[in-house]
């Protein structure tokens, strides 16, 4: 019922920008929380920003001052900004969302497919 589509993933050279697009459809009453987490090979899955209804933002201090998240409410999409990518940055980015499809239901956790980004050197 609840679908997170991602897309703006792919190849960029180190120091450039990417910008990636999470856009949740199907059936939302509300969505609470939304963020990018990503997952490098060998490597647990990890956060990399977040941000709540009300505008809240969190970083992973890795990217704080590079990379910047954002939401329009009106379209339940959430962005990420990538700016001075570098090949660490390299990894499968998936968005998350806590959503809740009517109002006498609990928020339930969704997940993207996720989308490949990859930094060269």
């Known amino acids: 019922q609840v679908q997170l589509v991602e897309s703006g993933g792919g190849l960029v050279q180190a120091g450039g920008s990417l910008r990636l697009s999470c856009a949740a459809s199907?059936?939302?009453?509300?969505?609470?929380?939304m963020g990018w987490y990503r997952q490098a090979p060998g490597k647990q899955r990890e956060l990399v920003a977040a941000?709540?209804?009300?505008?809240?933002?969190n970083y992973s201090d890795s990217v704080k001052g590079r990379f910047t998240i954002s939401r329009d409410n009106a379209k339940n999409t959430v962005y990420l900004r990538m700016n001075s990518l570098k090949p660490e940055d390299t990894a499968v980015y998936y968005c998350?969302?806590?959503?809740?499809?009517?109002?006498?239901?609990?928020?339930?956790?969704?997940w993207g497919q996720g989308t490949q980004v990859t930094v060269s050197s």
């Open positions: 998350n969302a806590d959503i809740r499809s009517s109002s006498y239901l609990d928020y339930y956790e969704y």
């Open positions: 199907g059936t939302i009453f509300s969505i609470y929380a």
């Open positions: 941000i709540t209804s009300g505008g809240t933002t």
